[in-house]
């Protein structure tokens, strides 16, 4: 391996990222607050071509009741329309293929994954899905279930800012904006470089083709490039074929990997500096990035280190099991963390093969709640929680109830705190306890062991994280898992939209305290250490027993040469 | 004052009380109360079951039984923490109460005394008090006028005035009268006096949890649901190993795993919350400052305002005369001397400081007033001087001696004899160093003899030694102090700038406190003040942190939220301090907690994985995260679970006296209290974990 070349894609990475992440974040404040920005002179009319249309009053302003209902209320509706499409697919266009209509418990899942801004995918794409599904139901999800979650995140963000407010804007307006300024413009630049790098974008059926040896192979095409790139943008992650960005198809140059791989983090990083702006304090923003870039590149060090001594383990020179030739070590394991670190799920390897090790940093970071970067808009309203508890617990040493941007933290808001930070951990720990002990649980798995163990702890941790993506060697189209994910899926999105709505409900409401010297600051490094190291004791004490006779064990019991 | 209420670390008897009260505190009903001890009780009281059922079968118990008795430890020294924390605040309030138990009261039925005892009168009955006897209850005095004795309460041995009307009517039960006679009316029933109050505070059964204990105990309560989950889900996942590959994981018993739950949940801060809550309380009342709640106390570790009255609070209390400024013919010698003839009859501070300056500058004696053939004349109201007629042998006055100021002897010179004062030189002279005088924050007093302006007496506030220092220290953390005084706008300026206070309010009316108060809130800053007075109750009630002054009214003691038995206006400081200790020493003690459950991990999770993939008698893989080398799983197990119960005790002198405080800015405090808690609650379990292993195995016990 060249570890020179891959230590020099790494920086150019991470500078990219944080040099566009900077200008959209700030880009992206402009629009939220209904100012000019670049765009408006082309957008502005379509947009309030739409208020008119959805009958929007632009200037109500909405409770967060109200607000909470309107997501629950296009969730619903998206829903209900992503289960009938996939349930009644064979009577509707655009299905080449003539694919059969899906059945109940796939279709329920896919519907509760797409709207959840999962994208866990039970099925393959390409053998399951007509395109009419895949671009109406599911690529409109992933635009729609991003959308969500990056105006909850306004929504709190001005929760925080406003003084003795009863309201938290309103949520068709964020929708709308997110969408037409943000995701739209984005997604269209990445498809149409995507489609110059050789992805398919076509509504033309299969082609056939005869190989050497005269046996006939099919070849899936389809309008994947459009899909793709709100794919990666939106953190969703679900590809438009099964085997996701691995497929050339889907990712076909290492400069499209690159690309995907810069879009995955793309979004999610921008809305830390959009956050920021929106509290009025640059430097709250620049500690939040630090953290997550901390995090971030040292699970990228620790997974490559971990891929390159295993190695060893194997007597090969690198571990390329479920590896793409295209894109080597390097470029494998970036994804890997990244999708995990930012809940979007989409991959370009198979985790499956990874390094016991790699597969411990994929794990972790979903089970951290994928806070680092983490989803759209989700990742961030994730982060939030972990902050007030940094708060709560280092307000105090510094004599004072604790307070988060002038506004006081007190029982209201630590038990939703908690509670959105619990529920996705109970059901992973409680899913995987059924799911490794049950029949219908073992009945999936294809590897024993340690490594079966991992996949079902990754099915779940995948689901209630709202990742995605899968360690393979699962088969999750039963009907427990269907089912478990299903429901995995639900809590890990609602059980935290809803106690983040609460606790910015009720931080509107109070007076702003201002800054003196007795306050704890939030935007030095000595937060980011304290805000790191809760992050790190209560999802590694949560996780840490599972994660140790998981892949831990697995890992000493490899370099031990015992293999299952 | 302080020292006498102090009560040892460790007293005899409140430990003896307090171990009693250990075991009653069993008591499921109560222990409920508090969720984290309660599971450690749950998990307890399964594990002696299990030991039970070893015995009978005839299985090893040694290990499950020891677990058990741990466990009960752990729960033991929770409860005897908070008992001991309970002892201590209800001795300090017992020394105040023991006077009042047996008072015998004389309750006034119509025209008739009737003696009852003192814990049966009600608010609204009138009792008579004369020398000798004890107040019986809280009231006011509505008829009469005696000095009592408050020692009792504030340690003060110096009799103070009470009397019927104005600012002094607030009479405290267990206080004695020295002498004459007042009628009282008594304004608490039975069980309400304050003190009755203060020990409701201090009483962990009948204590109410404050606002941010209760947002800590929803966090501690949630870890432990995360904790319990971890702990029966490991279970299951022992077993997928048990099902799939049919490894042994007997290592994974119940006891075993209640000891993981017992040793992770959050059972140091959740044993010695309470703790730390009642001696706050404790702190409080060593200070003679009663809480009416405890809200108040974490409310004033918050305060980002603190009102203070000038008087007694920044400056002494009363002007005195620090220089002699002579017109440019007199002899300073000579004014002086006149100064203090005219003072030697003035019996108010400023007065005797007159006398006494002229004393120490120019060593004129005091002369003796039946010496001199004199005639005072008292300050009136109307003339706005006072001074001193000397008769001459012929019995006209020789000397006629004023001292008043500037306005009043203009006025004073200019009515007898019809000249143009201002235009007299001495008297624009006078006008000037005046003016210089206010801007120095003092005030100027003018001396005549025979209507001839000798010169100026300049009277100052005398700002307390240290004040300035206290302002800087409170300006560290983030308060910003506000001075309110009567002074006009000149006076005030100079004494806010050399006390060092951030603002100030001239000429203040008492609504202007109120007004300040409300304008700092709307801000969204928490503000505390301290008050006397009848017309101070709104402002009181309006702040924060509300301290009325024991010596106040009625009214404002009730408005108050704090009362401060010593009637010291610097005490609010103080309250500051002790809120901002309590919630720190919370925050410390959580962070400790937390950080613990790391050691603990690399402890228990290798003793229970060791069996997982052994294989020929060697240790499972797992066995590499036992760092600290501990001899065996059991020994490990046990070592945590003992390492758990004995820091609670270990902290126990810590939450009672509270972490130390210095007033420093938030960013230094919270770097010493994470390397203290933070990083030493990280690495202090693995040696105390390790040094027990070594114990117990050396001891045999495993």
């Known amino acids: 391996m060249n570890y020179l070349l891959d230590f020099f894609q790494f920086i150019l990475f991470l500078g990219l990222l944080t040099f566009l992440a900077y200008y959209i974040g700030n880009y992206f404040y402009k629009v939220v607050i209904g100012e000019k920005n670049i765009l408006s002179p082309l957008l502005l009319k379509p947009e309030k071509l739409i208020y008119k249309i959805f009958r929007i009053d632009e200037n109500e302003q909405m409770s967060w009741k109200t607000y909470l209902w309107s997501v629950l209320a296009l969730s619903f509706i998206n829903f209900i329309a992503v289960l009938l499409m996939q349930l009644f697919q064979q009577y509707l266009p655009l299905n080449p293929q003539k694919l059969p209509n899906v059945e109940f418990l796939l279709a329920l899942n896919t519907a509760i994954s797409f709207v959840t801004n999962t994208n866990w995918q039970a099925y393959s794409g390409e053998t399951t899905l007509s395109y009419f599904v895949q671009m109406l139901g599911l690529a409109v999800q992933n635009f729609a279930s991003a959308a969500a979650g990056i105006a909850i995140l306004l929504a709190l963000s001005r929760a925080i800012s406003f003084r003795k407010g009863t309201t938290l804007g309103n949520f068709w307006v964020d929708l709308t904006r997110t969408v037409l300024y943000l995701l739209l413009p984005l997604a269209i630049i990445l498809s149409i470089i995507l489609i110059s790098q050789g992805v398919v974008q076509t509504f033309s059926s299969y082609a056939v083709a005869k190989t050497i040896e005269g046996a006939q192979q099919v070849i899936p095409l389809g309008p994947a490039a459009s899909q793709i790139a709100i794919k990666q943008l939106g953190t969703n992650g679900g590809g438009f074929f099964g085997v996701n960005s691995a497929f050339p198809f889907e990712n076909f140059t290492p400069f499209s990997n690159f690309l995907q791989v810069l879009s995955i983090l793309l979004i999610p990083a921008s809305l830390v500096f959009t956050y920021g702006r929106m509290l009025g304090n640059k430097k709250h923003a620049w500690m939040i990035f630090d953290v997550m870039m901390f995090v971030f590149i040292s699970g990228v060090a620790f997974s490559y280190w971990s891929e390159v001594s295993a190695s060893s383990t194997y007597h090969t020179s690198q571990l390329m099991e479920g590896k793409e030739a295209r894109f080597g070590v390097f470029n494998s394991i970036l994804w890997s963390v990244a999708t995990t670190a930012a809940s979007n799920g989409s991959v370009n390897t198979m985790l499956d093969s990874l390094s016991p090790l790699s597969g411990f940093v994929t794990l972790l970071n979903i089970q951290l709640g994928e806070i680092i970067f983490g989803g759209v808009g989700s990742g961030l309203y994730g982060m939030f929680l972990f902050i007030l508890l940094t708060v709560f617990i280092s307000g105090l040493m510094v004599g004072r109830t604790p307070e988060y941007f002038g506004k006081k933290i007190e029982s209201y808001e630590i038990k939703w705190a908690i509670i959105g930070i619990l529920i996705p951990s109970v059901v992973v720990l409680f899913f995987t306890a059924i799911g490794s002990t049950t029949n219908q649980g073992l009945a999936s798995i294809l590897n024993k062991g340690p490594h079966g163990f991992s996949e079902i702890l990754y099915a779940f941790s995948s689901g209630a994280g709202n990742n995605g993506s899968a360690f393979a060697g699962l088969n999750a189209n039963t009907v427990f898992y269907n089912v478990m994910v299903g429901i995995a899926m639900l809590l890990g999105r609602f059980g935290v939209i809803i106690p983040v709505l609460a606790i910015a409900g009720n931080l509107v409401k109070k007076n702003i305290a201002p800054d003196t010297a007795g306050t704890l600051r939030t935007d030095n490094p000595l937060f980011a250490f304290l805000l790191l190291s809760v992050i790190l004791i209560v999802g590694a004490l949560t996780f840490f027993p599972a994660l140790s006779i998981g892949p831990i064990i697995e890992h000493f019991l490899v370099q031990s040469g015992i293999t299952f | ?702």
């Open chain 2, 1 to 702: 004052m302080s020292t006498k209420h102090e009560i040892p670390l460790f007293d005899k008897k409140i430990i003896l009380n307090a171990i009693k009260d250990s075991f009653i505190k069993l008591n499921p009903a109560y222990l409920i109360k508090n969720p984290v001890m309660f599971i450690v009780g749950i998990g307890a009281v399964l594990t002696i079951i299990i030991s039970i059922r070893d015995l009978i079968e005839k299985t090893p118990a040694s290990f499950d039984i020891q677990i058990a008795v741990w466990l009960w430890f752990t729960v033991l020294f929770a409860n005897f923490a908070e008992a001991i924390a309970e002892g201590r605040g209800k001795a300090q309030s017992e020394n105040l109460r023991k006077s009042r138990t047996n008072t015998i009261a004389r309750k006034l039925v119509g025209d008739k005394e009737e003696r009852v005892s003192a814990l049966d009168l009600h608010s609204g009955d009138n009792v008579v008090c004369e020398v000798g006897d004890l107040i019986p209850a809280d009231g006011e005095v509505i008829d009469g006028v005696a000095s009592v004795d408050e020692s009792a309460i504030t340690g003060e041995s110096a009799p103070v005035i009470r009397e019927s009307g104005g600012d002094r009517s607030a009479v405290t039960g267990g206080t004695k009268v020295l002498s004459d006679r007042i009628v009282v009316r008594i304004t608490s029933n039975p069980g309400e006096t304050y003190i009755d109050k203060m020990i409701s505070l201090v009483e962990g059964a009948k204590r109410k949890k404050t606002p941010n204990e209760i947002a800590l105990s929803i966090l501690l309560s949630g870890l432990t649901i995360v904790f319990l989950v971890v702990v029966i889900t490991l279970k299951s996942f022992f077993n997928y190993y048990h099902i799939t590959l049919s490894q042994d994981i007997s290592a994974v018993s119940i006891p075993v795993l209640i000891a993981l739950l017992v040793c992770l949940i959050p059972t140091t801060i959740g044993g010695l919350l309470s703790a730390i809550g009642i001696s706050g309380m404790d702190r409080l009342l060593k200070h003679n400052v009663i809480a009416m709640s405890g809200r108040a106390v974490e409310a004033a570790g918050d305060i980002d305002v603190l009102l203070l009255d000038k008087t007694g609070t920044i400056t002494l209390g009363n002007r005195m005369a620090t220089e002699f400024v002579p017109t440019p013919e007199v002899n300073e010698t000579y004014l002086a001397d006149v100064a203090q003839l005219a003072s030697l009859a003035d019996e108010t501070p400023e007065g005797r400081s007159i006398v006494v300056l002229a004393k120490e500058k120019f060593g004129i004696r005091e002369r003796h007033i039946s010496e001199l053939n004199a005639q005072f004349i008292q300050f009136s109201a109307k003339t706005q001087m006072s001074g001193v007629n000397i008769i001459s042998s012929d019995g006209s006055p020789n000397r006629i001696i004023r001292k008043g100021s500037i306005e009043a002897i203009k006025k004073y010179i200019a009515e007898e004899s019809n000249v143009n004062v201002s235009a007299q030189s001495d008297y624009m002279f006078t006008q000037m160093i005046g003016v210089d005088i206010a801007m120095a924050g003092g005030t100027p007093l003018v001396v005549v003899e025979n209507k001839k302006i000798l010169g100026l007496i300049q009277l100052k506030d005398v700002v307390k030694g240290g004040i300035k220092e206290r302002f800087e220290q409170l300006r560290k953390m983030g308060i910003k102090s506000v001075m309110i005084t009567g002074d006009n706008q000149l006076t005030a300026t100079a004494i806010a700038a050399e006390a060092g206070v951030d603002d100030f309010i001239a000429q203040a009316k008492p609504e202007d406190k109120l007004f300040k108060i409300r304008e700092e809130q709307a801000k969204g800053k928490m503000v505390g003040m301290i008050g006397d007075g009848t017309n101070d109750a709104p402002a009181l009630a309006q702040a924060d942190v509300g301290i009325a002054m024991n010596s106040g009214t009625q009214a404002a003691r009730e408005a108050g939220n704090m009362i401060d038995l010593d009637s010291s206006p610097t005490k609010l400081i103080e309250v500051v301090e002790i809120g901002k200790q309590l919630l720190m020493t919370r925050g410390a003690l959580t962070t400790f907690s937390i950080a613990n459950d790391v050691a603990k991990y690399f402890a228990i999770i290798p003793a229970i994985a060791l069996s997982l993939f052994a294989t020929n008698g060697l240790n499972g893989p797992l066995s590499v995260l036992n760092i600290m080398k501990l001899a065996s799983p059991q020994s490990a197990i046990l070592s945590a679970v003992i390492f758990n119960a004995l820091i609670i005790i270990a902290l126990i002198p810590l939450a009672l006296k509270g972490i130390k405080y210095r007033p420093e800015g938030a960013a230094t405090v919270l770097k010493r209290n994470i390397l203290y808690y933070g990083v030493g609650g990280l690495i202090i379990p693995f040696i105390g974990i390790k040094l027990i292993d070594v114990l117990i195995n050396s001891l045999g016990l495993i």
